[in-house]
């Protein structure tokens, strides 16, 4: 795939991401620019904009995708329809605690509407096998650890149904009452549990000054979250505590991707794997 050159000076930067930055353009409020860093491998750029073109036309809520550029210095990027006014659901329960539970509800909500979406499976990957080929990649688990998760994996449940793959609250965002899903370099089919598994590391598991730092809000609100999100995804009934239990694991698989895209050893997340590696 070709890039398209483009001048950086058209585009007014707005913030910074794990894996890159973003732009406005300075003249066309419709447009904006997910710019990766420097040292982001092609493929992985290109793989992003084929999942999102393929989402979107399955009308899943999430920005229009534009094309394929390039700044002329090494960094690759996507442009795609800009949501004016946009907020992510983790900065929107950080300046507005008090109503934690109507976003961790709509959260909830919008997990649910996504997670009850099949998808054809010739034209998206299922999410074990991504699990089992960055466990193969990743280098802080022994060979012996490697064989035990691999094994949780393939007897995990089976599913067809839409996975975002990176589910964590900065990647729904809203913006004039409607909600869109960002960040689809892992979309996959699988079942909802490897998804939900972020979304109870988020909450409960990612260190305090993490939390505040990057997710804007006290580790306290974090786990008010998680307990209003349990009611709105499973039902009133569901136990916050006791579905902790059950998809810790499911947590803890989530340090494939962290430690796929900081390149560093999560001791931390690994430790919520330590049953299913002594098996």
């Known amino acids: 795939m070709k890039a398209e050159l483009i001048d ?4 007014v930067y707005t913030g910074e991401g794990a894996n890159g930055s973003s732009y406005n353009h300075k003249d066309n409020p419709a447009v904006m620019l997910k710019l ?22 399955l009308r899943i809520p999430t920005p229009k995708p534009g094309d394929f550029v390039t700044d002329g210095a090494g960094r690759y990027g996507i442009r ?27 959260f909830a909500r919008m997990c649910r509407q996504l997670h009850a979406t099949h998808l054809p499976k010739d034209s998206f990957k299922n999410v074990k096998d991504v699990n089992l080929r960055l466990l193969q990649e990743n280098p802080f688990f022994t060979p012996e650890e490697k064989v035990k998760v691999a094994e949780f994996i ?23 009452g409607k909600s ?13 549990e490897f998804d939900l598994g972020m979304v109870l590391l988020c909450c409960r598991y990612d260190g305090e000054d993490f939390v505040r730092e990057v997710f804007h809000m006290e580790p306290a609100t974090a786990d008010e979250f998680w307990r209003y999100f349990v009611k709105g995804y499973f039902g009133e ?39 299913v590696v002594r098996g």
Request: proline share 6%; hydrophobic share 40%.
């Open 180 to 192: 869109y899903f960002i960040d689809l370099g892992d979309f996959a089919y699988g079942a909802p």
């Open 36 to 57: 990766y860093n420097k040292n982001a491998p092609y493929e992985i750029i290109v793989n992003e904009l084929e999942l999102a073109q393929k989402v979107y036309k």
């Open 237 to 275: 009934s569901a136990d916050p505590d006791e579905m902790d239990l059950r998809l810790r694991p499911y947590a803890g698989l989530k340090v494939l991707i962290i430690e796929r895209n900081a390149g560093v050893h999560f001791p931390q997340f690994h430790a919520l794997l330590e049953e």
């Open 80 to 106: 795609f329809e800009r949501v004016p006014d946009k907020v992510s659901y983790s900065r929107a329960v950080g300046d507005e605690p008090r109503r934690v539970e109507e976003f961790a509800r709509e």
């Open 8 to 11: 950086l000076n058209d585009y």
């Open 154 to 176: 393939r007897q995990a449940p089976d599913g067809d149904t839409a996975i975002h793959g990176d589910l964590q609250f900065s990647n729904l965002i809203m913006s004039h």
